[in-house]
């Protein structure tokens, strides 16, 4: 059978197939090469081709020293050049056909990860009639960064951000051609990628590049790093050029002198596990134009795109909880008001102190946020839909406390072969389950349909969340209430603003 192949309005792509019959476009560039002069500077559009291009392998990754988790570790090689993307699509799709769009935007804490882990593989997505669009941005110094010499920059500071706009952009003008729906399109991620679709909800700069977004553990109340703005990220960057060796005035020349410096210096082995031991890791920053504020306070005033919303966390999702050895350690943050304390006090009290301090670490960062964007959004009247997975494969739950940070992923994309254990009928019947919801809001705007539990809108009043656990899929509402809710509203009321 003949490579697929598609006429864009860039020139013409060869893509490859599955051994199943699904067709692969791999390591498509969407942007120049951000490298020697261009290295801190906005992607520029890529420029026609006159060849047909072979899009057969997935493209390089933003270069970054991997974390230890290794299914998680990037795969391909690494290199500047990577502003590449990834399409999946039916067999025998052409441009006639419209089918709706999911974007995947990969997690890493933006400071590592690729879209070519074998567990965001798209097959699954165009098995269900959806084109599945994988993308690379730039992470970690690379792809957010401060420096003097950028600071009268119309655009500065976050290019990982505005990687991912031009990605969207390109994907609106050339997804047709794949036949895909220009006009239903559906970004979604996890993470670090979950919190960039915070971002763009709430930035002016991507108004009209897609039309659904699915968060997942994403936040929701601040940026990754809670006010960071130009004047702290410049200082950060102080700090790495000093231990380079390089001047840090606001000259050309001094620039210049950075972006000389090779990339392997650049990324100096930063990774997820030595952040705070390693100078010059910038994270989003307030700049006034992409991020204009804390996403809290964005969402407070209606400043966020009207689209519907599909968000929610993991039960045991990701926080920051320092060391503690009492109860009275882990219950600090209620510290201030003794009446807080009193309530953290009657619900914690029976559990380990360790415990305690995890659990509403995970839900200060994770679970908590994603309430409060729901509640936020329908006090706009958009739609959104809450949820949290509890579930955890049977062969993987010895020593765990429930589904871990990016759990879901696997489920999501149907593709728990790469978890590399034993998976049983119920797995896959929960496998099925999370990506219909999320295939059935990228066609319609709302996850119901082929007999699937129903699953409500979000009623702030109600506070309904669909619980996704071993039971399978289970609906909160008012008569059977979120057994999270008093949790969730200790850590709301010590944020100062209770519903």
């Excluded at 990969?106 to 097959?123: K, L, M, N, Q």
């Excluded at 082995?269 to 804390?294: F, K, Q, S």
Aim: charged fraction near 20%; glycine fraction near 10%; proline fraction near 8%.
């Amino acid at each position: 059978m003949a490579a697929p192949e598609v006429d864009t309005a860039l020139g013409r792509i060869r893509g490859g197939r599955t051994p199943e019959g699904i067709e692969v476009f791999k390591g498509i560039r969407y942007a120049e090469p951000p490298s020697g002069a261009y290295r801190w500077q906005p992607p520029r559009p890529v420029r026609p081709w006159a060849e047909t291009l072979d899009a057969l392998e997935f493209g390089p990754g933003c270069p970054q020293h991997p974390y230890v988790v290794s299914r998680n570790a990037p795969r391909a090689p690494m290199d500047e050049d990577c502003l590449r993307l990834n399409i999946w699509r039916p067999d025998g799709c052409t441009g006639q056909h419209r089918l709706p769009v999911m974007v995947w935007l990969h997690g890493g804490g933006f400071i590592s990860g690729t879209s070519s882990p074998a567990r965001y593989d798209g097959s699954a997505f165009a098995r269900s009639g959806i084109i599945l669009v994988s993308i690379d941005y730039r992470v970690g110094r690379l792809g957010f960064f401060a420096h003097p010499a950028l600071e009268d920059d119309p655009l500065r500071g976050n290019y990982g951000l505005m990687d991912q706009i031009e990605a969207l952009r390109w994907i609106g003008g050339n997804i047709g051609f794949f036949g895909g729906d220009a006009a239903n399109i559906t970004l979604f991620g996890e993470s670090a990628g979950a919190m960039s679709i915070i971002s763009l909800l709430t930035s002016r700069a991507s108004k009209g590049l897609f039309h659904k977004a699915i968060i997942q553990s994403g936040g929701g109340r601040h940026n990754l790093v809670p006010g960071n703005d130009w004047a702290s990220a410049v200082a950060r960057t102080q700090a790495l050029a000093q231990k380079l060796g390089v001047s840090t005035d606001k000259s050309a020349a001094s620039l210049d002198a950075l972006r000389a410096v090779p990339v392997e210096r650049v990324v100096e082995g930063l990774h997820m596990g030595n952040l705070h031991e390693r100078p010059g890791y910038c994270a989003p920053m307030i700049d006034g134009v992409l991020i204009e504020d804390e996403p809290q306070t964005l969402f407070q005033r209606g400043a966020f795109h009207r689209l519907p919303l599909l968000m929610g966390t993991t039960s045991a999702d990701l926080g920051f909880a320092p060391p503690v050895r009492t109860l009275e350690d882990a219950l600090a943050p209620f510290q201030h008001d003794r009446a807080l304390y009193e309530r953290a006090h009657a619900l914690f009290s029976h559990l380990p102190p360790a415990h305690v301090a995890q659990q509403l670490a995970a839900d200060t960062l994770m679970a908590e946020p994603a309430r409060f964007v729901a509640r936020m959004v329908r006090r706009y009247q958009t739609p959104a839909w809450l949820y949290r997975f509890a579930y955890v494969p049977q062969a993987l739950s010895d020593g765990l406390s429930g589904a871990p940070h990016g759990g879901e992923i696997e489920f999501v994309f149907d593709t728990l072969s790469t978890l590399h254990a034993p998976m049983t009928e119920r797995d896959q019947e929960v496998a099925t389950l999370m990506h219909g919801y999320w295939t059935a809001f990228a066609r319609h705007g709302q996850p119901n349909g082929d007999g699937r539990p129903h699953w409500g809108c979000f009623e702030p009043c109600e506070n309904n969340t669909l619980h996704i656990d071993e039971k399978g899929a289970s609906h909160t509402a008012m008569k059977s209430p979120d057994p999270w809710t008093a949790r969730l509203d200790l850590v709301e009321a010590c944020a100062g603003d209770a519903y």
